[in-house]
């Protein structure tokens, strides 16, 4: 399996920032091909000694990193990058994993 | 269900932080009570854009942020976390996550 992590920096508006993720930035990802489970934090994203520095962390997984190559070179995964400028402007990482189980 | 989300930097030496992690650490790691699924990134930890600042990324899944809690509390989760010394010099992140599908 291959897992997109996304960590979604603090936005300066909470509250905007979660209308627009659940609204519009989720449904557009949901439409990504190959996407076969999408998890997201909900609360705060915390550390052992207390808060971090992220608002939100996605979990996106699919069968295999090349998918995930796939999905962004797709018109819904362009469509869904294209939309993190209009809620994300605090940033954020996106990684591709090849996770397997130890 | 919850997530911890472990995000090591690149180390020093990459083949003496695979070794122990994979020969010391996962050991350590897979007797922390509550732990469901265990998930290592192989290969390298990209970005849309190339190579991430990550050397590795790990995904533990439990039922709550509470059985989190409960794990670090443990003595195999201090001794697991204590473990990180020993190879994690270069740092890491460690974000605990209340996951829910979407």
Not at 13 to 42: C, M, Q, R, T, W
Not at 73 to 87: I, R
Request: charged fraction near 20%; hydrophobic fraction near 45%; proline fraction near 6%.
């Amino acid at each position: 399996m291959a897992t997109l992590v996304v960590l979604y920096n603090k936005p300066a508006n909470a509250a905007d920032f979660d209308k627009h993720y659940f609204n519009k930035h989720v449904p557009l990802a949901k439409k990504i091909p190959g996407l076969k489970k999408y998890e997201v934090s909900k609360g705060t994203v915390a550390t052992p000694g207390g808060p971090s520095d992220y608002h939100l962390v996605a979990l996106l997984t699919f069968d295999s990193v090349a998918d995930i190559g796939a999905a962004f070179a797709s018109a819904e995964g362009k469509a869904t990058a294209g939309d993190l400028a209009n809620f994300a402007q605090a940033g954020a990482q996106l990684l591709i994993c090849d996770t397997h189980p130890v």
